[in-house]
């Protein structure tokens, strides 16, 4: 296991552990890895941890990952074997039981033949996932064991989530995900409209690690089926699919252009996230291929050839809907096809997404929704242009940390525009025009020499903050604010004083005293929550006091850290002080990673008194520091003073004051922006007049 495993394992940060290794002459030796990144055995540092008291028990959870990691045929294969037992937990409990009953060496005889027998009822028989034999499982049982006593607890599909999430995650450069969020709002443009009085099938050509095809598989009865070019990825994500849905399951390794898996299906629904920018895609040798119906794609235009790809799949009247750049909406190369697509009704929108949706992270990708069109049906004379970025701006405004990322954006916002914009139209063939958000356009509209389909340069720009009756109101509500921000701001110290000297401690020691808990934050699911999960209280959320904006990922099988009114919760990454006391608001959110929670005993600490002298900037440089480019805060060497309790409630009375004061300063800044830009755009539209 790594440092960070290790870390992990302990609940502890990882400068934690390079303390432990410089400070502890008996630290476990690392047995394998690099200088950089050493590896140690998990019995040694499991001994070490018990005597040290920082371990009572090593979690099943991390049992079973440090088996996977170590694995002596890799990572991949140990999922193979690890998905397949859980597949023949889930779908034939009593023959697993009977299995699990004999030894080790029995159980490696007996095992293919049954491993194989639930894959092809599964996968169908020419399914990708290679079966381990006995040899391989002879290496495999404690791990296979592991898994299956885990799923015991939870379902097998959330233990599978788990591990191949910690191995995504562990392997970020290897693999291109596609996020739960646009995934699930791919699904709904798909869904909208569909005939769900029959059994629907829905086909991702790259299907990755299968985020599409869970997003939008079939509740009931159906199909799921995939292709991917890299035979290790295609087994897993089969895996993935068959233990999340009860629907067929169909996925193939291979070049999917190149050599089609699917070439006799009609799809109901396809779903793609394609490779960008490929110039290998098979150019030279697919120049006469009938799926090119619209154009010959130009070899700078793989994506376009994704695009006829997916029509070329579906059944008349089929939808697809495809992540794409932004630069496929206007390069000149592409534009014949663009204009053929258009004439003939199978492009219905163009979605232009906030940057941060989906990798490439740095550029603003487009959906593009399509529908086959039928012999019968007449070409549409209108396409709908929606521009959600304007969504992502009702996000609160970075505090004193890095800007907003990727996690960051509001994505019940943004989909909520997407889906209103789309639903509107495919219901009417039009929508009302928004001002910066969407309009459907005649198709001659967009015919020109360009054939330039990207939303922005076809919108009306919106409005000076809705017209000068919206920059009236922002200004009386500025104006309030101001007011209400002067009568909080703190009184002007009455006369010099020195330093105090008071007694301290530290937070470690009252943890150990038990006058406080402390955690660390996660990622944890709540078992069953579905829709019900918490949301989670982020690092960004904590630095610029906005309300919980994060959500849990699917399928791990832990339990998160939720917050109650009281708390302090205090940032490890960073050089941003802060430390924020949970209200009631906040009360019952996920704590998330790159966050401690520290609950103090209101019988022996103040809330407000702990999280105030927590941002002492002293304080802060002690506790702090710093690996690599990243600076970090080790909470348990924060000091705080012992004072009595009532002592401790004056100081917190003020504290909690100051924090008042700040937050009204945050939102008359962000008042004060709407009002500046809402006036340069009033300005320069004509909506306000310089007088």
């Given amino acids: 296991m790594t440092a960070a495993g290790i870390a992990r394992l302990a609940g502890v940060g990882r400068a934690a552990v390079s303390n432990w290794r410089r400070r502890h002459a008996d630290f476990p030796q690392p047995v394998g890895g690099t200088e950089t990144s050493p590896t140690f055995a998990l019995g040694d540092v499991e001994v070490w941890l018990r005597h040290q008291g920082k371990l009572a028990e090593v979690p099943l959870r991390e049992r079973v990952w440090q088996q996977l990691t170590g694995h002596p045929g890799g990572a991949v294969a140990a999922l193979r074997a690890a998905g397949s037992v859980l597949l023949l937990v889930r779908d034939r409990p009593a023959t697993w039981l009977e299995l699990a009953a004999l030894s080790d060496l029995k159980l490696c005889e007996e095992l293919p033949s049954a491993l194989e027998s639930v894959l092809a009822a599964r996968l169908g028989e020419h399914h990708p996932v290679t079966v381990p034999g006995p040899a391989e499982l002879a290496v495999s049982s404690m791990l296979l064991r592991g898994a299956a006593d885990l799923a015991a607890g939870r379902s097998a599909a959330q233990v599978y989530e788990f591990l191949l999430g910690r191995h995504l995650d562990a392997n970020p450069r290897q693999y291109t995900l596609t996020p739960a969020a646009p995934a699930e709002l791919m699904a709904e443009l798909a869904g909208s409209g569909a005939d769900t009085g029959r059994p629907r099938t829905v086909l991702d050509p790259a299907c990755g690690t299968g985020s599409l095809l869970r997003a939008a598989a079939p509740a009931g009865p159906g199909a799921v089926c995939g292709q991917e070019a890299d035979p290790d990825l295609a087994s897993l994500t089969a895996l993935r699919l068959a233990l999340q849905t009860d629907a067929q399951v169909r996925v193939s390794a291979g070049d999917t252009l190149r050599a089609d898996a699917f070439g006799e299906l009609s799809a109901d629904v396809v779903l793609c996230h394609p490779p960008f920018n490929e110039r290998n895609w098979g150019h030279e040798e697919l120049a006469y291929d009938p799926r090119w119906e619209y154009g010959f794609p130009a070899r700078t235009e793989s994506e376009l050839a994704w695009v006829q790809h997916a029509l070329a799949r579906l059944r008349d009247g089929g939808t697809a809907v495809l992540l794409m750049p932004p630069a496929a909406a206007s390069r000149r190369s592409g534009r014949r096809i663009r204009a053929d697509l258009l004439r003939r009704g199978a492009l219905r929108a163009v979605v232009a997404l906030p940057a941060g949706a989906a990798p490439p992270y740095g550029i603003p990708l487009h959906l593009w929704v399509l529908r086959r069109p039928g012999t019968q049906v007449s070409p549409a004379p209108q396409v709908l242009l929606v521009d959600a970025s304007g969504a992502a701006t009702a996000a609160p405004a970075a505090g004193p940390g890095p800007a907003a990322g990727r996690d960051k954006l509001p994505w019940q916002a943004v989909s909520s525009a997407v889906l209103a914009a789309w639903e509107e139209f495919d219901r009417h063939g039009a929508v009302e025009e928004r001002p910066g958000q969407c309009r459907s356009l005649p198709v001659i509209d967009l015919l020109d020499d360009d054939v330039d389909l990207a939303p922005a340069r076809h919108l009306p720009p919106p409005s000076a903050a809705d017209g000068t009756d919206g920059l009236a109101e922002l200004h009386d509500r500025l104006t309030d604010a101001l007011k209400r921000t002067g009568e909080l701001a703190p009184a002007r110290p009455a006369e010099p004083a020195g330093p105090a000297r008071w007694p301290a401690t530290t937070v470690g020691e009252l943890a150990r005293a038990g006058a406080l808990l402390l955690r660390a934050g996660g990622t944890g699911v709540v078992p069953g929550a579905g829709d019900a999960a918490p949301p989670v209280l982020t690092d960004y959320d904590v630095k610029a006091g906005s309300a919980p904006t994060g959500t849990l990922p699917e399928g791990e099988p832990e339990e998160p850290v939720l917050v109650e009114a009281g708390d302090v919760v205090v940032p490890v990454v960073g050089e941003v ?61 924060l000091q705080v003073p012992r004072l009595p309790l009532a002592e401790q409630r004056r100081y917190g009375t003020r504290f909690r004051a100051l924090a008042d004061f700040e937050a009204a300063l945050r939102h008359t800044e962000r008042l004060g922006e709407q009002l500046i830009q809402g006036l340069y755009d009033g300005l320069t539209d004509g909506s306000v007049r310089p007088e």
């Fill in 577 to 637: 002080t802060v430390a924020r006391v949970v209200d009631e608001g906040t009360a019952g959110a996920a704590l998330g990673r790159g966050l401690f929670l520290l609950r103090p005993d209101p019988a022996a600490l103040d809330p407000h008194f702990l999280a105030g002298f927590l941002r002492g900037t002293a304080n802060q440089r002690r506790a702090s520091s710093y690996a690599s480019t990243a600076a970090r805060l080790d909470v348990r060497r």
